[in-house]
């Protein structure tokens, strides 16, 4: 069997991972939750606390598709800042199941996003992409998120971790103390951590982590998703 393949029924189109057994996105609405949770909760609430930055450090879990990458770089576009952005994936997508992803849905993006973009996706490494407005640099690791502590380049230096992890039910894993404990260690202070996701245990193990927990309202009629910011008196 595939690994990945798009499934279509009347709840929408959407990628699924065969070997994890989830959907990549909300087949609802892909950028519609991707904008909500990782912009407007995100790098937007990020923006709020940090106005003077002219540039943003984020670490996101999970590049996939890279819907959330396309998402905060037009969010940059239109608020004038920098961004680097890394982004780690354990499983990263081959080139032809991003064509198949993107084919139904990209031609809505053409506006914003150039043809090499696509190209850039399928490949590691370091991408930047400077134009008059912005310079974004786009930095895809395959990498396991649950050993970043041996990560040296992100030390302690990330503003906004975007964690988009497969649901808890398909990688209970990567939910834990453990992993969050690490994140907390590379981030800066008053920095935040957001994601779709609610459970309680999740909220336990980041305050354990040594977050600080605000519960926001979910994307798409889902009642909660979490944010966690790092206390600014744990600055080092
Ligand atoms: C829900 S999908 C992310 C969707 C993605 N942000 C997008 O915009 O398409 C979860 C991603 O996490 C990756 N992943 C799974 N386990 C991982 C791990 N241990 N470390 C890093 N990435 C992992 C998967 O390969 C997948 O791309």
Same mark, same amino acid.
């Given at each position: 069997?595939?690994?990945?393949?798009?499934? =279509?029924?009347?709840?929408?189109?959407?990628?699924?991972?065969?070997?994890?057994?989830?959907?990549?996105? #909300?087949?609802?609405?892909?950028?519609? =939750?991707?904008?909500?949770?990782?912009?407007?909760?995100?790098?937007?609430?990020?923006?709020?606390?940090?106005?003077?930055?002219?540039?943003?450090?984020?670490?996101?879990?999970? *590049?996939?598709?890279?819907? #959330?990458?396309?998402?905060?770089?037009?969010?940059?576009?239109?608020?004038?800042?920098?961004? =680097?952005?890394?982004?780690?994936?354990?499983?990263?997508?081959?080139?032809?199941?991003?064509?198949?992803?993107?084919?139904?849905?990209?031609?809505?993006?053409?506006?914003?996003?150039?043809?090499?973009?696509?190209?850039?996706? #399928?490949?590691?490494?370091?991408?930047?992409?400077?134009?008059?407005?912005?310079?974004?640099?786009?930095?895809?690791?395959?990498?396991?998120?649950?050993?970043?502590?041996?990560?040296?380049?992100?030390k302690k230096s990330?503003?906004?971790?975007?964690?988009?992890?497969?649901?808890?039910?398909?990688?209970?894993?990567?939910?834990?103390?453990?992993? *969050?404990? =690490?994140?907390f260690d590379v981030q800066v202070s008053?920095g935040?951590?957001?994601?779709?996701?609610?459970?309680?245990?999740?909220?336990?193990?980041?305050?354990?982590?040594g977050?600080?927990?605000?519960?926001?309202?979910?994307?798409?009629?889902?009642?909660?998703?979490?944010?966690?910011?790092v206390p600014v008196d744990q600055c080092t």
């Amino acid at each position: 069997m595939k690994r990945y393949e798009i499934r =279509e029924d009347e709840r929408g189109r959407g990628l699924f991972d065969n070997q994890l057994g989830d959907f990549f996105h #909300n087949r609802q609405g892909i950028f519609e =939750e991707a904008h909500h949770v990782f912009i407007k909760n995100g790098c937007m609430a990020w923006r709020e606390k940090h106005q003077k930055k002219r540039r943003v450090r984020i670490l996101e879990m999970g *590049f996939g598709t890279g819907v #959330n990458c396309i998402c905060v770089y037009n969010w940059a576009q239109s608020e004038r800042i920098d961004v =680097e952005y890394i982004s780690l994936d354990l499983y990263p997508l081959d080139m032809d199941t991003q064509q198949d992803f993107w084919q139904a849905d990209f031609s809505k993006m053409e506006p914003y996003i150039k043809a090499d973009w696509r190209s850039s996706f #399928n490949e590691g490494g370091f991408t930047r992409f400077t134009q008059e407005t912005v310079d974004f640099g786009l930095q895809k690791i395959v990498y396991d998120i649950k050993c970043l502590r041996d990560l040296s380049i992100l030390k302690k230096s990330v503003d906004v971790v975007m964690f988009d992890a497969f649901s808890p039910d398909a990688q209970p894993e990567l939910w834990q103390i453990t992993v *969050f404990k =690490e994140i907390f260690d590379v981030q800066v202070s008053g920095g935040l951590w957001v994601s779709y996701a609610s459970r309680t245990m999740i909220k336990k193990a980041l305050e354990q982590s040594g977050y600080r927990i605000k519960i926001k309202e979910g994307a798409l009629g889902k009642r909660e998703m979490l944010q966690a910011w790092v206390p600014v008196d744990q600055c080092t």
